[in-house]
């Protein structure tokens, strides 16, 4: 292989990594989605910072910690979680769901809550059922889950 080859192929694997991972991201701090990304487990600021930014509430140079406190005064977080405690699949559908506006189904219209939000993601494909909602999610899942729940509301561009 020479190095135009060589070129090309960076460009266009760095081309399919963005798109993948960050393309509802462009606007946000590249730091914090970064930072996500590097997550093993996403902590609940930066998950809240990321959806909330992603859905509007917060601006662009807010900080983790005031989306945080944002997403727990509407109620969209578990009242026990800390700012740094990992968060669980079913929070962040809840959180999704919620910053998005997106509506559910029956139960989900009953029920607003994590048990039923995960169940409306796992319905649509947007969330792997295996593992069960209780699970911790990497960084990078978490960003998968958010870029799919915009394209179903029509947001992502």
Sequence with gaps: MYK????????LTLIVLVALLGFPCFAQ?????????????????IAAYI???AGGQVAEDASPADA??????????P???????????DAFCALVMRSLGLKGGLMYSIFPGP???????VAKGIVNGNGGPHRLLPGDEALTILRQAMELKGDAK
């Design 51 to 53: 959806v909330l930014a």
């Design 68 to 77: 945080y406190a944002l997403a727990l005064q509407n109620k969209w977080l």
């Design 29 to 45: 701090s590249n730091e914090r989605v970064d930072a996500l990304l590097a997550q093993q487990q996403t902590k609940a600021d």
């Design 4 to 11: 135009g080859e060589y070129i090309v192929r960076i460009r």
């Design 115 to 121: 048990r039923y939000a995960y169940r409306e993601f």
């Design 79 to 89: 009242a026990g979680l800390g700012e740094a405690d990992p968060i669980r699949l």
